[in-house]
């Protein structure tokens, strides 16, 4: 049974780098199936995607967020990360990682964490 599970909820400061951890269990991210998204949700607002790393750790990210995004892997510990600079409180949100199975489509995000929620304070 696969499980994701995204690092504890946190309280960041504006301008600082938000920092968030998913660990992976019952399954290695470095199935070719597999690819490893983050996703975020504001409060009132909608599901964004924010980026993806593949299982050979090639990543993709969002247009509105790339410059701000970076998602990397460690195998070893079979985790993935999400590090999102300069944030504001407008990045408040839930925080999700979850699992994109590459052979229904390109985005097919089948199986999720619970979600952390991280507030940027002003």
């Known amino acids: 049974q696969v499980q994701l599970q995204e690092s504890a909820p946190g309280l960041v400061k504006s301008s600082q780098t938000l920092s968030l951890t998913c660990t992976v269990s019952?399954?290695?991210?470095?199935?070719?199936?597999?690819?490893w998204s983050w996703i975020r949700q504001p409060p009132g607002k909608g599901l964004e995607w924010m980026g993806v790393?593949?299982?050979?750790?090639?990543?993709n990210y969002s247009p509105y967020l790339k410059s701000r995004t970076s998602i990397s892997r460690d195998t070893s510990k079979n985790q993935f990360s999400l590090q999102l600079s300069s944030v504001t409180p407008e990045d408040t949100a839930v925080y999700y990682c979850?699992?994109?199975?590459?052979?229904?489509?390109?985005?097919?995000?089948?199986?999720w964490g619970q979600g952390t929620l991280v507030t940027v304070s002003s």
């Open positions: 979850a699992r994109d199975d590459t052979y229904v489509s390109s985005r097919y995000l089948e199986l």
């Open positions: 019952g399954g290695s991210i470095t199935t070719s199936q597999y690819a």
């Open positions: 790393i593949a299982y050979d750790g090639s990543t």
